[in-house]
Antibody
Framework: QVQLQESGPGLVKPSQTLSLTCSVSGASITSGDYYWFWIRQPPGKGLEWIGYLYYQNGDTYYSPSLRSRLTISTDTSTNAFSLTLTSVTASDTAFYFC?????????????WGPGTLVAVSS | QSDLSQPASVSASPGQSITISCTGSSNDVGIFNLVSWYQQHSGKAPRLIIYTVSKRPSGVSSRFSGAKSGNTASLTISGLQADDEADYYCASYSAAGSTYVFGTGTTVTV
């Protein structure tokens, strides 16, 4: 069974870069059977889809509203994938979740990590 | 790319049934059978309960069912139980650049 765990700093200063890692167990990040997702949720608000990647063909897909600041990549040596968001502002304060889905599920997250809260503040 | 529209809240008594709507457009819900539903209890990560409109992952109760008509998908919860009290979100694949979009979320009170 696939398990995911987010890690990274809980506090980032405005204008700086937010970097998070999602460690994967129970499946290989290089497997062509899964898509790997990031989703966020500002405290007390709804879910926002951030983006995902498919290792098999190297493609990444990003939310149009975040595309200019966002990179999602893999680290095969640690079986993890990561999120990098530049030039953050207070509006980027949120719980950040990593997730994965079998390719035939067509859903942005069949299995989720517990989430990690990132606050953007000076 | 706009969020899918859901009612803000729905309430019902234990044992009753409720249906939550999820309205999108001809760019997402209307043209793809890739609608999913999530249950999120307070302080927890979302849990997938329906995918590809009407399929249930292993371990999800048959009290949860999904359907779609045109640009609107729906989630029905039958035989409401106290533990069904949570936030529910729909999601759909979108024609806009192989992206996904979430619904605005519905709080269910039992």
């Amino acid at each position: 069974q696939v398990q995911l765990q987010e890690s990274g700093p809980g506090l980032v200063k405005p204008s700086q870069t937010l970097s998070l890692t999602c460690s994967v167990s129970g499946a290989s990040i290089t497997s062509g059977d899964y898509y790997w997702f990031w989703i966020r949720q500002p405290p007390g608000k709804g879910l926002e889809w951030i983006g995902y990647l498919y290792y098999q063909n190297g493609d990444t897909y990003y939310s149009p509203s975040l595309r200019s600041r966002l990179t999602i990549s893999t680290d095969t040596s640690t079986n993890a994938f990561s999120l990098t968001l530049t030039s953050v502002t207070a509006s980027d304060t949120a719980f950040y979740f990593c997730a994965c889905s079998p390719t035939h599920f067509g859903t942005p997250g069949a299995t989720w990590g517990p989430g990690t809260l990132v606050a953007v503040s000076s | 790319q706009s969020d899918l529209s859901q009612p803000a809240s729905v309430s019902a008594s234990p044992g009753q049934s409720i249906t939550i709507s999820c309205t999108g457009s001809s760019n997402d819900v209307g043209i793809f059978n890739l609608v999913s539903w999530y249950q999120q209890h307070s302080g927890k990560a979302p849990r997938l309960i329906i995918y590809t409109v009407s399929k249930r992952p292993s371990g999800v109760s048959s009290r949860f069912s999904g359907a779609k008509s045109g640009n609107t998908a729906s989630l029905t919860i039958s035989g409401l139980q106290a533990d069904d009290e949570a936030d529910y979100y729909c999601a759909s694949y979108s024609a806009a650049g192989s992206t996904y979009v979430f619904g605005t979320g519905t709080t269910v009170t039992v």
